[in-house]
């Protein structure tokens, strides 16, 4: 059974660029959310999907955008990118109404 | 809004010592509570979670915590530790299953050998 996956593992752009960020959530899970964990803090909710639809959004700028798929996988996408968007970017599902998430291995995005 | 405090940033302790890391949490209502772990180059990973009934749970690999609601505290227990624990540990809680996860800043477990 294979767990939350993301790609790419490791991302260079410089400001200015725009990113995307890929999510295929666990065998059964239905809701994907993203979060930002900056180095030395904990993850910061940006954002969770269910139904396609952007259910819950956390204090992020509307730079930072989503989607989901018919087949719950997720993107999340960041314009105009800023050096302070360097972060270890968290995808996590779960299944509707469930009460645990499971995270993926994360997509570390270096900004210069 | 919901926040989540930490008290230690950095734990350092020799095997077998006893473990007791800090987890405090703001929040007027019912709330899920959660404590995650991230080894050197893995993924979170749930270690155990709270919703309702015994206040004391048993996580995995050991571990356990404890609800005191009028502390509004989850501190996450292990009477022995292991080097293999040396791990990023993190508090975290929500408002309703599913929901968004406030997470506190971590601490970080280092075990000496």
């Known amino acids: 059974d294979a767990g939350v996956t993301q790609s790419p593992t490791h991302l260079i752009k410089t400001r200015g660029q725009q990113v995307t960020l890929r999510c295929s959530p666990k065998?059964?899970?239905?809701?994907v959310s993203w979060y930002q964990q900056a180095l030395g803090q904990g993850p910061q909710f940006i954002f969770q999907y269910y139904e396609e639809e952007e259910r819950q959004r956390g204090n992020f700028p509307d730079r930072f955008s989503g989607h989901q798929f018919p087949n719950y996988s997720s993107e999340l996408n960041v314009n105009a990118l800023l050096l302070g968007d360097s972060a270890l970017y968290l995808c996590?599902?779960?299944?509707?109404?469930?009460?645990?998430?499971?995270f993926g291995p994360g997509t570390r995005l270096l900004v210069l | 809004a919901q926040s989540v405090s930490q008290h230690n940033h950095h734990v350092i302790l020799s095997e077998a010592a006893s473990l007791e890391l800090g987890c405090n949490y703001s929040y007027g209502g019912t709330v899920n509570l959660f404590w995650y772990v991230q080894y050197p180059g893995q993924h979170l990973q749930l270690l155990l979670k709270y919703f309702s009934g015994d206040p004391l749970v048993k996580g995995i690999k050991g571990f356990e915590a404890e609800f005191i609601k009028s502390k509004f505290s989850f501190n996450l227990r292990k009477p022995s530790v292991q080097w293999s624990d040396t791990a990023e540990y993190f508090c975290?809680?929500?408002?309703?299953?599913?929901?968004?996860?406030?997470f506190g800043k971590g601490t970080t477990l280092s075990v000496s050998s």
């Open positions: 975290a809680v929500n408002a309703r299953a599913g929901t968004a996860l406030i």
């Open positions: 996590a599902s779960s299944f509707e109404g469930r009460e645990t998430q499971y």
């Open positions: 065998s059964g899970h239905d809701t």
